[in-house]
């Protein structure tokens, strides 16, 4: 191993015994803070009673769902706004008064349009992604270089329409991705803020466990959750360089 | 010989402001090379984007009595940047300029390759645009434009990036091409040693604001021109007291 991959292991260790250290010092109490060496037996029950799978499952589904959702819609509309000025000053009002409300903040609507529901999940996550998606891909298409726009015309694609799919979007793709990466991670953030209130997944499972205490469960599904998002993370950015292979 | 495009009395300027260029009236025969020098801010470059008709002039017209032949563009434009798309290949770059002609995909890929080869970069048609040299990148901005068979081709200031050596390589090239495909050229410069090795023609804008022609000859060397010749110096000379003219005219720069 390098040096870099020597400090990356060291900090990483050093993290995990102090926090062992804390609890058995008896610094804190274990119920307050589980040391993690207490975790995998937490983790094991929860497999073999089925929850694990269960609640990550669930989870996945309302993730998949609201964050294709969400980013969809906000690129197609973040675009739309850059390429049609009447649209962008139609819109600018709007935004600017839907865009501060935090998701968390549509849970009463949420319950009181879907019920406690897959699909109330899903809207909550679709508003956690919307607008960085909306924003990013709105920039990214703004800036495109008009030059390529005048070679464009120059040619023969001529009209907002003949210029989006040759131009337009791919000139503003490492824009667009950017926005969909920082929304990977929003929608995980997403998903517990709707499940908390009883839709079945991985929220509803950590509030379950500290409503009971244990906290060694909850800290297994904040785990979970670190390594679901990880692993999205990873995946989209292998598949976001063979999207840019032309870029250097 | 045939007209093949008519350009009188264009005025060209940008909202309110007084004009650019106040009139450029000219005819371009067919198969003629002409190079068009002058200060910069008289509009040389405007002028190129009115006759392709990405612009729109304030006064005149363009007028290009050739049959209107879907397989073709009337004008094609080769950038003082070699413009080329990032995303696509060298053959992608080429056939973009193709894509709205009416023509299959084998007609397409076939003018692509034809002049590709024309410009020597067959071998290149699948490498991306960064793996090329300016130079190079160059060549796939001309090959661009004569793959749409333009019965006018419009070069802006193409080579004024590039270093001396490539420059004049690409210069012999250029004239190669001309005699290849039988074109039309119209040529913007600032580069008076470039106008007369090249040009049949040189018209020379000036005046500010509100440039016209100043000068209009042509360049009767023979070809293949030498650039250490008594003639080529005499016409480089003539050219250069014209616009020095212009500016002690106090209508320069």
């Given amino acids: 191993m390098n040096r870099r991959g020597w400090l990356a292991a060291a900090g990483l260790a050093t993290f995990l015994l102090g926090w062992e250290a804390v609890p058995r010092l008896g610094l804190v109490p274990a119920l307050l803070l589980p040391p993690p060496s207490s975790l995998p037996a937490a983790f094991w029950r929860e497999i073999t009673g089925g929850w694990w799978l269960d609640a990550t499952l669930h989870s996945l589904g309302h993730y998949t769902m609201g964050l294709l959702l969400g980013t969809g819609l906000g690129v197609a509309l973040g675009v739309a706004a850059a390429l049609w000025n009447d649209l962008d000053r139609f819109l600018s009002w709007v935004i600017r008064l839907l865009r501060p409300v935090p998701g968390l903040a549509w849970v009463p609507f949420a319950i009181v349009w879907f019920g406690i529901s897959e699909a109330a999940a899903t809207f909550i996550i679709?508003?956690?992604v919307l607008w960085i998606n909306f924003y990013a891909s709105y920039g990214a298409a703004r800036a495109v270089d008009k030059d390529l726009i005048e070679l464009a015309e120059a040619f023969g694609h001529k009209g907002v329409w003949r210029q989006l799919v040759p131009i337009v979007l791919p000139a503003s793709a490492s824009g667009i991705l950017a926005g969909v990466r920082t929304g990977l991670g929003q929608a995980w953030m997403a998903v517990v803020a709707a499940e908390l209130f009883g839709i079945p997944g991985l929220g509803q499972?950590?509030?379950?466990?500290?409503?009971?205490?244990?906290?060694?469960?909850?800290?297994?599904?904040m785990i979970t959750i670190a390594v679901c998002y990880g692993l999205t993370d990873i995946v989209f950015v292998w598949l976001r360089d063979r999207i840019l292979s032309w870029q250097r | 010989m045939?007209?093949?495009v008519d350009i009188a009395g264009l005025a060209i300027g940008f909202d309110n402001?007084?004009?650019v260029l106040a009139d450029f009236t000219a005819s371009l025969e067919a198969r003629s090379f002409t190079a068009i020098v002058g200060p910069s801010g008289v509009g040389k470059s405007t002028l190129l984007r009115v006759i392709a008709g990405l612009l729109a002039?304030?006064?005149?017209t363009v007028s290009a009595p050739f049959e209107p032949d879907p397989g073709r563009r009337p004008f094609a434009l080769v950038f003082q940047e070699a413009r080329l798309l990032p995303w696509?290949?060298?053959?992608?770059?080429?056939l973009f300029g193709l894509e709205r002609l009416h023509l299959s995909a084998g007609e397409r890929r076939h003018r692509a390759f034809e002049v590709l080869e024309l410009v020597g970069l067959a071998d290149y048609a699948h490498r991306w645009p960064y793996q090329l040299s300016g130079g190079q990148r160059q060549r796939i901005n001309l090959a661009r434009a004569l793959a749409v068979h333009p019965a006018l081709l419009l070069l802006d200031e193409p080579f004024s990036a590039l270093d001396a050596i490539t420059r004049h390589t690409l210069q012999g090239e250029l004239l190669r091409l001309w005699h290849a495909?039988?074109?039309?050229?119209?040529?913007?410069?600032?580069?008076?040693?470039e106008a007369v090795y090249l040009a049949d023609r040189v018209i020379v804008l000036g005046g500010q604001p509100g440039a016209r022609i100043i000068r209009d000859f042509l360049v009767p060397l023979a070809r293949p021109r030498d650039r250490g010749s008594v003639g080529f110096a005499d016409h480089v000379h003539q050219l250069r007291s014209a616009l020095s003219d212009i500016m002690a005219g106090g209508e320069g720069i």
Avoid at chain 1, 205 to 221: E, F, I, K, N, P
Avoid at chain 2, 57 to 60: A, H, T
Wanted: proline content about 6%; hydrophobic content about 45%; overall charge negative.
């Fill in chain 2, 17 to 19: 402001g007084p004009p």
């Fill in chain 2, 181 to 193: 495909t039988h074109t039309t050229i119209l040529f913007v410069t600032h580069d008076l040693d």
């Fill in chain 1, 126 to 128: 679709v508003i956690g």
């Fill in chain 2, 2 to 4: 045939a007209t093949v």
């Fill in chain 1, 205 to 221: 499972r950590m509030m379950q466990a500290s409503s009971l205490l244990a906290t060694d469960v909850v800290v297994v599904y």
């Fill in chain 2, 88 to 94: 696509r290949s060298i053959l992608g770059n080429v």
């Fill in chain 2, 57 to 60: 002039p304030r006064e005149g």
